[in-house]
């Protein structure tokens, strides 16, 4: 499994399997697309009794379909691959190899709860589609967003969690556990439903002094609502701005924001790393050609 | 049914029935959209027991006067168009047959359940009326704003769905089925009542781990409901920006958004299409002349 | 009850009871301020049980005194004004009459549960504070941003109103009585708890394809909470900004807003209308000089 | 305990222990933040009953230890710093005294549910780190938008109050003790659940009136939660765009906003005064140096 001759054919399929630049590779995530998804609607099928009790036979046949398609899937993403160990040792290599063996290990552990959780992990192969997603343009200004307010929000993430901590407490001091507020942890959980307005009313408090207090919590948490909300709408306004200036030219133009460049879904063939620039021409990580050079 | 010639009349009540710019068009769709919320809260009255009991007679009275209402300009919009045919086979053509019809099939099959949900098609009627808020001018902007930012909340709803499959999963093997987390697609339904904040409360965790996980997916909610709001917002304030400087002659001007041309009320009277200009004289679509023009 | 000669010490009293802009007219404020919040708490109080069985001597004689307080404001406030009438019918006028008779009428009917409706009309009285809330600067924002939006929040109301009663008029269908969706309007009840992420829980859906139809309201509901708040949000940077500029002298200003004069506490002594420019003389509506001269 | 002469041990103990900018200050805040973590998660963890039960040995001699180190740190903090009984008496000084109490109390008044309280003051102790959370340079911008936003997040909460008030009294008064609006106060703990969009689902509104006046609170809530969002969001443009403006030379350059300025994490080694600017050599509060000067 060393590094042997990389042949022409490999890198046509490799530019089909890991690439969304070319019909063939788009077609290639859409219909892999196609049977994640269909593979994970067979997991949350089964899951429900009476359609499972129903269709047995017909979820099973699917499911060994989709095990061989994954099965083959995986193999070619192998053999395409210059450095095969590093795909195999990677997190969607992994994801890749665990999303196919469930099956297999039902011949030998008949009906275990364990397989579902495992069939469960192909949830994680939809993130390849976010690859697709990216055509949709969108998806680069969200991500935008959110990477620059990162440190923003943990820091707004650090307060609601410090927030929670001591309400929960006075809580479990002011209510007890009569009202189901047993114990600090419980409270805290409690604190968190009030303070994200989500509020289930599986625990509630009963004295006026708790409901008291949980007014305090529930319009603090109005308040503070508004912080990862505004982050966000400044970040977008501020990266809307400098987008109309950069379509026109204007006297006092603002330079793109380094986090504004745009990417493409290239990923290296040598090391498999991914977010190249549009117009790159070598891999950012290892400096291999990114361009389809067949070995002559 | 062909294209018979177009008469002076009905070229005025064309003009009354499916426009909204002269004073008697306006009148007609204020007491269109008069009839249409009285036949809808009549199908709302007549599905509270009590009160369909007391005043039966009433109610049924009621809707008979709506349905031959419905009846007369159902038959008036068939005569004013030119091409009749197309208008039977529109949208609109449709909705309105449809909600003329229940209480004609009412005769024939006496009170079945299929008939309300006919009946409640009505409400589709309601749309109409969003040719008269065009007016209000404000649903511009609104319409605008969202067609904007569109692209960008599929791809957020996209992530929602992911994060709910995932998190639903997680609960479903956690939990189980003793704290009502019976199957996936219900714990993906407890997923998305817990991420939108709206905590309904009828399924809730009751193991400390399950209570932690939903903590996490609530405050994770909690951040993703800024996106949006962030997205709507900036959409607004460049909308707005970009108004401020149309309305005053300044240097570095920025020109008007294609979205944001004014568009009236007038629909084609030959092929029915929409959302022409304010200025235009003919169909963006058939090229039909939009003016008034009596075939002399 | 017409209009007498004008006294100078009426004058003053009008000042002191109907305008903020001299310490003892504010000080008269804070003081009726706190008599109204007292009152508002004595009304509280007095609702639950085990407090008044214990205190009812106690809130009874609170009662009275604030009573008497109020009467004798009532009367200074006719006294002063120069034209009584209008302020007897105004809605102000109707509202401290109100506040004044609950316990005179509690001589007559006893403990009657219409007289706390009454006295429950005192809370609009708290209005009156907002005249102070205007010296705290931020209310004028807030008021500018809200009025500036209004007409878009109303084509969002409208918008949400059609979306849950069509939802509404679904899930009505879709669950059936079995679920507590007994008729449409308690389903469209259910569809407003559920799209403002209320979400109580009193009513939720039961089968999957409710479940389902469920989510998709939240999902949407989570994308329309962005509207308003992507209004408000436009709103405020078009005012901050407009803020930043006229602070500082530039070179392409935007004139002010129209929204964004400030006004004062004054009332016109002749005819109680409000909200006059800073530095107005004389009343917007009446033409009354609005600086205190004294009938010599 | 007077101002005896300040040692160089003193001074550079007081660096390590009250200031974070050196890499010895920094560890010391990070130990001492791990040791507040730990004594907090302790706290929990004995609430937990199972826990408790199992575990009872080993939390009491963690439970001692962290008594210990506590102690340590608090002679620390009283030995190095030059006015003794101003850091005592400060709220930090009460805090951290506080916080070493309780397991010492244990020995004499055997565990008392008032000790667990007394044992949760210890979660203040966590606001030290926000030291920390200062170099992480975002909470600045938090702490900025927020106290810019005070005064206006003050009008909106007193509105809030106010709505809550009004809507609480009319649900009492329409939906009365049968569905749980015992009285005005529980009303208004409900309004108050249901304006912030919490909805726990204990108290809910059972009458078609009181659930057509809900729905009015709900829509309102909706349009209300608008506001502070739009604050904060406004605010944060406003810094970005100052902050984007500062970057670079350009024409009309807005100057930076009085509180945009970047503090440090110093701390007066004689009165303790914090948030001294960047560049200050000499404490804003009480003028003495802020340099390291040994006494010679």
Known sequence: MG??????????????????DTPAGKLFDVVLLIVI???????????????????????????????????????????????????????????????TLPKYLSLIFAGTHALVALRALRLLRVFRILKLARFMGASNHLATAIKASRAKISVFLFAVIIVATIFGTIMYLVEGEASGFNN????????IVTLTTVGYGDIAPVTPLGQFIASIIMVLGYGIIAVPTGIVSAEYTRKMNSDDVNNKPVVNAVPPHPSDVDLNSLSCSNCLAQDHKDKAKYCHKCGHSLEFEPSK
């Open 3 to 20: 590094t042997k001759p990389y042949k022409r054919w490999q890198g046509r399929l490799h530019e089909i399997i890991y690439e969304a």
């Open 37 to 99: 998804i269909a593979s994970i609607l067979l997991v949350m099928l089964e899951s429900v009794k009476s359609i499972d009790a129903q269709y047995h036979m017909f979820l099973d046949i699917s499911e060994w379909i989709i095990t061989i398609l994954f099965t083959i899937e995986y193999i070619l993403r192998i053999v395409t691959v210059k450095k095969p160990l590093k795909y195999i040792t990677s997190f969607y290599g992994i994801i890749d190899l665990l999303s």
């Open 184 to 191: 600090i942890p419980r409270s805290i959980y409690w604190s």
